[in-house]
């Protein structure tokens, strides 16, 4: 990671541990933009571990822990993020595994005016195109998702909107209690009911496919209540 401060006196937060800038830097692509007298710039670029640029990274921000916007980077793997000052900003890939999680970058930005930020965040591209949606809950033997499986939701939501060209397919699987064909037929419900919340979310519905499986494809031994509820999931596999 590369911290390029624009402003001398400007205090930049990086986790876990706190760093005060110290020489000022005229890069020029932190001069472009005009800024307002309470507004601050935050430049990021995307790279590989080659440092190659990456273009259509997607990245979250958050202003003093709420959503603030999703970003995604240029053909140059570059992001230019202009923000309100007096704020505590997070940035992070957004996943929808946990597989690039870990790296996350935090600016604290006072009331000072011109504060430009650079720096250049490392992604590792995630191969694979199926998730489970963790967290993801129905009321028991129904197809009602339950209110906390909404944030849950929400990062699959925002990558949607902010990847307007992809589509996804929704699958639902159960454990194998029960009638296997009304456990058939509930995975599928379950997996209309994610739909029907995402489309009411913005998304169109024709950019999302479902199906349901059953008990069919197991990912745990379903003699144990652990592994029944490894089982009992929706997943998710993107379509470029």
């Known amino acids: 990671m590369r911290f390029l401060p624009i402003c001398a006196a400007a205090l930049l937060i990086v986790l876990p541990a706190i760093t005060r800038a110290q020489e000022p830097d005229f890069n020029e692509e932190l001069m472009m933009l005009e800024l307002q007298p309470e507004e601050a710039l935050i430049l990021i670029t995307i790279a590989d571990r080659q440092n190659k640029a990456m273009s259509g990274v997607v990245i979250s921000v958050s202003r003093n822990g709420k959503p603030f916007s999703t970003e995604v980077s240029d053909n140059e793997g570059k992001v230019f993020l202009i923000v309100p000052t007096r704020a505590v900003y997070d940035i992070t890939f957004l996943s929808l595994s946990g597989d690039v999680s870990d790296h996350a970058e935090r600016f604290e930005i006072d009331e000072r005016p011109e504060q430009r930020y650079s720096l250049t965040m490392t992604y590792t591209a995630v ?34 909107k902010t990847k307007p060209r992809i589509h996804i397919e929704l699958s639902g699987h159960t454990d194998n209690q029960g009638d296997p064909e009304a456990n058939l037929l509930l995975s599928e419900e379950r997996a209309k009911a994610v739909r029907a919340y995402i489309v009411s979310q913005g998304i169109d519905e024709h950019r999302i496919a479902v199906t349901g499986f059953g008990d069919m494809k197991p990912v745990a031994d379903n003699r144990t209540e652990a592994g029944r509820a490894k089982n009992r999931r929706t997943e998710v596999r993107i379509i470029e």
Do not use: C, D, W
């Open 127 to 160: 191969v694979r195109k199926e998730f489970v949606l963790e967290g993801v809950q129905f009321n028991t033997g129904t197809a009602v998702l339950k209110p906390v499986s909404h944030k849950k939701l929400s990062p699959l939501i925002e990558y949607m």
